[in-house]
């Protein structure tokens, strides 16, 4: 805000190093206090990626890196311009809006943290890097769904009413959302649940694929938002199998469960950036503005990403979830802040942060492609 008040550059040269030297102190802060809290709270370097906890700290620890990066080039322009040189204070400006987005997902992954115990009084149940390799070794994707009668709580519900047929009492819930039970999980499930992943997979790499070859001036291919639609129906009918339009939790009372919830957030959010993305590409909207919908959006999804959890009783399982989960939220949160770069940094450094996020997007894909539960 200081920086677009002034337009000289002596101007930009005294609040660049003031607004430096301020920073330092603030980076030194967060380093020292960082340091003591990872020695109280973490403990061990195994519970670093062994535990909930440890796994959030180091999602902040490569968002902090990425700030210093930004901060380090910004340090560089500030000391050209004091030196009396030629530098972009375009680039310094536009950078430090990147710097408020992602330090937003930082404060999101700090406010995560509270939800889970600390490292050091997780003794019990960390996993180990043998499982997370295990977990994670590339196998074929689902492409296969399991009947949809054959997951957990329809099949209990189904249980539950032959049941209430044969004794004629009163008909019981298989599950009720925001009761505060986790539901029930069985292999169907989990299959599932790698099916809805993998597709998905599918839909986001041939997304990203599609944004290269617009990038590389094919003009059939401005028409790539319009994929985003796809996965977002795809979303909003299979994500939670248990509620409408599947399952016979209705569509409000689904709403309870926190994690229904949020797939309805990410469908609300996938759709808001594939209209307004198309009508900047098909040429539809003049506005400027309304081109940074599609970074904006995309950071959101990152942000939502790091705090989303999946309802599962095994303390292990749901952290091997979480390893996954970590890396397509960091990938989102770069993918947006390179596509703002895009809009608002002319140039050569604009050009290249195109390049960027099109290949975070096919990256996340594959990532998804890999995704297991099991």
Excluded at 28 to 48: C, E, K, N, R, T
Excluded at 112 to 119: D, G, I, Q
Excluded at 136 to 165: F, G, R
Excluded at 330 to 338: C, E, H, K, P, W
Aim: glycine share 8%; no cysteine; aromatic share 10%.
């Amino acid at each position: 805000m200081a920086l677009n008040r002034i337009h000289d550059r002596a101007g930009w040269a005294l609040v660049g190093a003031r607004f430096s030297r301020l920073s330092q102190l603030g980076v030194a802060a967060i380093v020292l206090s960082a340091a003591a809290f990872s020695v109280l709270y973490i403990g061990a370097p195994d519970a670093v990626y062994g535990t909930a906890y440890g796994v959030m700290v180091a999602a902040k620890a490569v968002m902090f890196a990425a700030l210093l990066a930004l901060g380090f080039f910004n340090s560089r322009t500030v000391a050209r311009l004091q030196a009396g040189s030629d530098a972009s204070v375009g680039r310094m400006k536009r950078f430090a809006e990147v710097e408020v987005g992602v330090g937003l997902a930082l404060f999101f992954a700090a406010a995560s943290l509270t939800s889970v115990p600390p490292a050091v009084d997780l003794t019990e149940d960390r996993v180990s890097m043998a499982e997370i390799v295990e977990r994670n070794t590339p196998v074929w994707p689902q492409m296969n769904s399991p009947d949809h009668d054959n997951l957990a709580i329809p099949a209990l519900q189904a249980k539950l009413d032959a049941e209430v047929q044969a004794s004629k009492a009163k008909p019981q819930a298989a599950f009720t959302p925001g009761s505060g039970e986790l539901p029930e999980r069985n292999a169907a499930d989990i299959a599932w649940s790698e099916y809805n992943h993998h597709w998905a997979g599918v839909f986001v790499a041939l997304i990203g694929l599609l944004a290269l070859v617009n990038q590389a001036g094919v003009r059939w291919a401005r028409h790539w938002p319009l994929m985003f639609l796809v996965p977002a129906v795809f979303l909003a009918v299979r994500a939670d199998p248990e509620a409408w339009p599947l399952g016979s939790i209705g569509f409000w009372e689904s709403f309870r469960d926190t994690e229904t919830l949020q797939h309805r957030f990410f469908v609300v959010l996938i759709v808001i950036l594939a209209i307004f993305e198309w009508r900047v590409r098909a040429g539809g909207l003049q506005n400027g503005k309304a081109a940074l919908v599609f970074p904006i959006a995309t950071l959101l999804g990152g942000i939502a990403l790091l705090t989303h959890s999946h309802a599962i009783a095994n303390v292990k399982e749901a952290l091997l979830i979480e390893l996954t989960h970590t890396p397509l939220a960091l990938a989102a949160v770069g993918a947006g802040s390179a596509r703002w770069l895009e809009l608002r940094l002319p140039g050569r450094s604009g050009w290249v942060a195109g390049w960027i996020w099109p290949l975070l997007f096919i990256f996340i894909g594959l990532l998804l492609l890999n995704y297991r539960e099991a």
